[in-house]
């Protein structure tokens, strides 16, 4: 009669642990079963312990064999199986003595099952503790054990009870698998059984120095990832999920977030060999391989996919993979034919990515593939070898061709990581194909709403023929020449990232107010960001502590306050605002004096002569008078066409001494550091007077970029009437100081030779830049607040975009919004930014009734979004220098409504060819501007379209070189 249960114990030099595990055995209160002991050549007394339990007991069987490992000895045991029900026991663990009396009674309570597994305690030898726990990774819906299976191994072996019938059918364990053995026969066990887990402790797990898992731990997880990466290669994707009714809307959902899950978590193990899209092609190969299949399932996966792509992330496999497969779906690609993708290759590339990074982790790859792949990598990595993300653009069938696809494999064995991208022929269907190191996309066109979601990438590379649009994040693009030999075209793109060892890396240096605060924060950021660090080393200096909340730099930007230098040279000093905030005079007097005192520390006796502080001190007396009169507004100026003379009486230099001299001398202190090839930017007034300061004491060059109108903004920084007389003629000595002057604008720049005597030949022009990619991608980004404003009910949106002060004219756009509100329209407006006038406009949207239309998104540090689900972003400014946010909702596919400021947006666009410019301050001809866009479809479409090819013309790919020219300029200091 054959007995209740069959227990292969295999074992392999573990005598010491062996006797344990068999007398767990003879405890069992349920007696109907056989032992089949499997002896894998053992060298210790592994051999005489089974012997003497087997003479001792009829039901253990002995089976002495050579070597195989794990597999071989469990499919020799399975071999001479009699009993219905089969178990494993590892001959380090042990069973509890209820074992297999629990197992018959869940098995006749579930008489269908065949496959049964439960609850483990763990036995840390060490320590002696016992530890009962639940499962290795989260028992997953019943109808996607599989799909849990490829996130985390939750099956503990030795707790598994499996009707023999359904072994059978199923094969034993596969021999190559060294140590996921077990790991695969689960998954081919559930994809024909459905696993009923058993909440009972039937096992003791035992976690000692000498088991596989602890001499070689990265080996289990490669070779769980290749039994996992085998698996998904023979199985489409219902067969994945056997379990789930596809059939059924709910179910198919249930199933495709199920499989997502588990492909969008990075530590999943079927990840454990390297990013890989598998999982997540079988999804697509399902979902798209119907044209019935319903429309919300492709659209819940086309999510879920885009979310990836969109997420922070560094230049990985995974964060690459997701970002084609996005560039794929945007494209319009529905054919995903899935590839066999071969685990060697994959460990190969991980292997190369290793050695290219230094990872520390290198070796146990190699190891793994010399013993479990027989495979030999070198140990050498090739000079050219790299990690570069190479995208070959507008190739057509160029992959085709022989010379092309030996130069790719080339690239691909080296550790690059090279993509074909082309847009689709006639002939041709969109689709998409991943090859392990090479990945070919084929797509509609590429363009604003396909080529972003690739994000940035280090080259790109196309036919000389073909232009590559600056929806293209390449950082350096050179062209393929069909006129020269495969190794030719080969050696310049391993060149494209030279370093001429007579080249030196110049330091530039961007001075500014504060890390992050507005719109030349921004263009400082995107500079930095996109110089060519083959060239130029950037260093950013703040001058004061606060800042917004803003994009992080990169890693290899140092980034310096100067304040602390010149606290280490002079100590704590008082740092009152002369302008207000002391009410006392006693208070002024004596902050005035220790000013005095202070300037006369820190300017050098040649530098106060030349701008001759001294001898022209203001009486204090008007000073006092100003604060006590409590003057708000911008008092009456001269508006003199030449600088300030600086024998003017009425001038407080001190004020403006006693606020400039401290920065100067920090920056000179800061400027020791570096080198005298250094270039140093000065970002906006202060900054600027800061380095010709400076320059007076070190004789640093300095080019100052300037970001506003300063006739206007200068009055509303220094009300005092003194104090702004002094203020101009240091701004305009600065300015004349600096090799050059940049502004975003030629109407800016007039204004600065007009009323601030600045010579036209310092003026130079450079449009600030955006970078087109990077906008549009977070203009995609899902964010709550957007979807609901979006969702609600159909209305007209309109963005403003910018702080909260007098200067952006939010009562000329409260205005608008009362009188469309008067003529009966429908629309909904989101004031995006935060300042010091918020209070002021809630108050006014309350006055004209507009809470129910107009709402305070506040400051965001990422206002794409809100502009991307505008139907408009309208301008109210009372003056700009460039109106930034105009091309910057462009790039978010919005029609932008402006006021034609004196400067600025009549120059951003053309006068009106690419969006709509109404004279400055005219609230009917603003409404009236918006109301064209409401009733006009078809001009709003218009204007998109144009606004995408304007703003192609501000991209940093185009901006930058200008700036680099630039600084080459800059002469170096005199030493």
């Given at each position: 009669m054959s007995p209740f249960a069959t227990i292969v114990v295999p074992t392999f030099n573990q005598a010491q642990y062996l006797g344990h595990a068999l007398e767990s055995l003879l405890a069992q209160t349920d007696t109907s079963w056989e032992a089949i002991v499997v002896n894998d050549g053992s060298t210790d007394?592994?051999?005489?312990?089974?012997?003497?339990?087997?003479?001792?007991?009829?039901?253990?069987?002995?089976?002495?064999?050579?070597?195989?490992?794990?597999?071989?000895?469990?499919?020799?045991?399975?071999?001479?199986?009699?009993?219905?029900?089969?178990?494993?026991?590892?001959?380090?663990?042990?069973?509890?003595?209820?074992?297999?009396?629990?197992?018959?009674?869940?098995?006749?309570?579930?008489?269908?099952?065949?496959?049964?597994?439960?609850?483990?305690?763990?036995?840390?030898?060490?320590?002696?503790?016992?530890?009962?726990?639940?499962?290795?990774?989260?028992?997953?819906?019943?109808?996607?054990?599989?799909?849990?299976?490829?996130?985390?191994?939750?099956?503990?072996?030795?707790?598994?009870?499996?009707?023999?019938?359904?072994?059978?059918?199923?094969?034993?364990?596969?021999?190559?698998?060294?140590y996921a053995q077990d790991y695969d026969q689960w998954l081919r066990l559930l994809s024909k059984n459905q696993g009923v887990f058993i909440p009972e402790w039937t096992v003791i797990s035992r976690n000692h120095a000498a088991q596989g898992s602890e001499t070689f731990p990265a080996a289990c997880y490669f070779?769980?990832?290749?039994?996992?990466?085998?698996?998904?290669?023979?199985?489409?994707?219902?067969?994945?999920?056997?379990?789930?009714?596809?059939?059924?809307?709910?179910?198919?959902?249930?199933?495709?977030?199920?499989?997502?899950?588990?492909?969008?978590?990075?530590?999943?193990?079927?990840?454990?060999?390297?990013?890989?899209p598998a999982l997540v092609l079988r999804v697509l190969e399902w979902v798209f391989s119907c044209e019935d299949r319903e429309h919300d399932q492709r659209k819940q996966v086309c999510s879920r996919i885009e979310q990836m792509a969109l997420r922070d992330s560094d230049d990985d496999e995974w964060s690459w993979m997701w970002r084609q497969l996005a560039l794929s779906l945007a494209g319009g690609a529905a054919s995903f034919c899935y590839s066999q993708?071969?685990?060697?290759?994959?460990?190969?590339?991980?292997?190369?990515?290793?050695?290219?990074?230094?990872?520390?982790?290198?070796?146990?790859?190699?190891?793994?593939?010399?013993?479990?792949?027989?495979?030999?990598?070198?140990?050498?990595?090739?000079?050219?070898?790299?990690?570069?993300?190479i995208v070959f653009l507008n190739c057509g069938q160029a992959e085709r061709h022989p010379a092309f696809r030996e130069a790719l494999q080339r690239l691909a064995d080296l550790g690059y990581r090279p993509m074909i991208l082309s847009s689709n022929h006639a002939a041709e269907a969109a689709l998409y194909e991943w090859h392990v190191r090479i990945t070919i996309v084929r797509i509609a066109s590429l363009d604003h709403n396909s080529l972003p979601w690739l994000g940035e990438f280090e080259l790109g590379i196309s036919l000389p023929d073909k232009e590559i649009p600056v929806w293209a994040g390449a950082g350096?693009?050179?062209?393929?020449?069909?006129?020269?030999?495969?190794?030719?075209?080969?050696?310049?793109?391993?060149?494209?990232?030279?370093?001429?060892?007579?080249?030196?890396?110049?330091?530039v240096l961007f001075l500014e107010r504060v890390l992050w605060g507005g719109g030349a924060e921004r263009v400082v950021y995107e500079i930095v960001r996109n110089l060519n660090r083959q060239r130029y080393r950037p260093v950013v200096l703040t001058m004061f502590d606060e800042h917004g909340k803003g994009l992080g730099f990169p890693a290899d930007v140092e980034t310096i306050n100067i304040q602390k230098y010149l606290y280490e040279a002079v100590g704590e000093t008082c740092s009152s605002d002369l302008n207000g905030g002391a009410e006392k005079i006693s208070v002024i007097r004596r902050a005035v004096r220790k000013g005095r005192a202070l300037y006369r520390r820190l300017l050098s006796a040649e530098l106060r002569e030349r701008i001759g502080v001294g001898r022209r001190i203001v009486k204090f007396r008007a000073l006092l008078s100003s604060i006590r009169d409590g003057q708000k507004g911008t008092p009456s100026i001269k508006k003199e066409s030449t600088p300030v003379s600086s024998s003017a009486p009425g001038v407080d230099f001190v004020g403006a001494m006693y606020h400039h001299g401290p920065q100067a001398n920090g920056l000179s202190r800061v400027m020791q550091r570096f080198g005298n090839d250094v270039a140093l930017i000065a970002v906006m007034e202060e900054a600027t007077v800061a380095a010709w300061l400076a320059q007076a004491s070190i004789g640093q060059p300095y080019i100052a970029s300037l970001h506003t109108v300063e006739s206007k903004i200068l009055p509303r920084l220094y009300p005092e009437n003194d104090r702004y007389l002094a203020e101009k003629w240091v701004l305009s000595s600065a300015?004349?100081?600096?090799?050059?002057?940049?502004?975003?604008?030629?109407?800016?720049?007039?204004?600065?030779h007009e009323n601030f005597g600045v010579s036209l030949e310092k003026i130079k022009v450079l449009w600030n830049p955006v970078d087109c990619v990077q906008?549009?991608?977070?203009?995609?980004?899902?964010?709550?607040?957007?979807?609901?404003?979006?969702?609600?009910?159909?209305?007209?949106?309109?963005?403003?975009?910018?702080?909260?002060?007098?200067?952006?004219?939010?009562?000329?756009?409260?205005q608008v919004c009362s009188r469309l509100k008067q003529r009966g329209r429908d629309f909904s407006l989101a004031i995006v930014g935060g300042g010091g006038d918020r209070e002021w406009i809630e108050r006014q949207i309350q006055e004209h009734s507009l809470q129910s239309r107009v709402f305070l998104a506040g400051e965001q540090q990422n206002p794409f979004p809100w502009m991307s689900a505008a139907d408009a972003l309208l301008l109210t400014s009372r003056f700009e220098a460039f109106a930034l946010v105009?091309?910057?909702?462009?790039?978010?596919?919005?029609?932008?409504?402006?006021?034609d400021c004196p400067t600025g947006p009549g120059e951003v666009l053309a006068n009106g060819e690419y969006g709509l410019l109404v004279p400055n301050g005219d609230c009917e001809a603003l409404a009236a501007a918006v109301e064209r866009l409401m009733d006009d479809d078809s001009l709003?479409?218009?204007?998109?379209?144009?606004?995408?090819?304007?703003?192609?013309?501000?991209?940093?790919?185009?901006?930058?070189?200008?700036?680099?020219?630039?600084?080459?300029?800059?002469?170096?200091?005199k030493r």
């Open positions: 007394d592994t051999a005489s312990v089974i012997d003497a339990y087997a003479a001792r007991d009829s039901r253990i069987r002995t089976v002495h064999k050579e070597n195989g490992g794990v597999a071989s000895a469990l499919n020799a045991g399975l071999m001479k199986a009699r009993g219905e029900w089969i178990h494993w026991l590892s001959s380090d663990d042990m069973f509890e003595p209820e074992k297999l009396a629990i197992n018959r009674r869940w098995i006749e309570t579930v008489p269908g099952g065949n496959f049964f597994f439960s609850y483990f305690t763990l036995l840390t030898e060490a320590t002696g503790k016992k530890e009962r726990r639940r499962l290795w990774g989260p028992l997953p819906d019943s109808a996607h054990q599989i799909l849990g299976l490829f996130h985390r191994n939750y099956i503990s072996g030795i707790s598994i009870c499996v009707r023999r019938a359904a072994w059978e059918q199923v094969g034993f364990f596969n021999e190559e698998l060294y070779d769980t990832a290749k039994a996992a990466i085998r698996f998904i290669n023979e199985h489409s994707f219902p067969e994945l999920v056997p379990w789930a009714d596809l059939s059924d809307g709910a179910s198919a959902s249930s199933a495709i977030t199920g499989a997502l899950d588990v492909a969008c978590d990075r530590s999943s193990f079927i990840y454990c060999l390297g990013a890989h993708i071969e685990p060697a290759e994959l460990a190969s590339r991980l292997y190369r990515s290793r050695q290219v990074s230094k990872d520390p982790s290198l070796q146990p790859v190699r190891d793994y593939m010399k013993r479990f792949m027989n495979i030999e990598v070198p140990l050498a990595l090739p000079l050219e070898a790299g990690s570069a993300r350096q693009l050179i062209h393929w020449d069909d006129g020269v030999s495969t190794e030719a075209n080969l050696q310049k793109i391993l060149m494209f990232h030279p370093t001429d060892a007579d080249t030196t890396i110049r330091p300015c004349n100081g600096a090799a050059a002057v940049v502004f975003p604008s030629a109407g800016g720049g007039g204004d600065l906008i549009r991608r977070q203009s995609w980004r899902l964010v709550d607040e957007v979807s609901e404003w979006k969702s609600a009910a159909k209305t007209f949106r309109m963005v403003h975009v910018g702080r909260l002060d007098d200067e952006k004219n939010h009562e000329l756009l409260l105009l091309v910057e909702a462009m790039v978010c596919g919005t029609a932008v409504i402006s006021a709003k479409e218009r204007l998109v379209k144009r606004g995408y090819r304007r703003a192609e013309d501000f991209d940093v790919k185009k901006i930058v070189p200008q700036w680099e020219a630039l600084i080459d300029s800059v002469p170096y200091r």
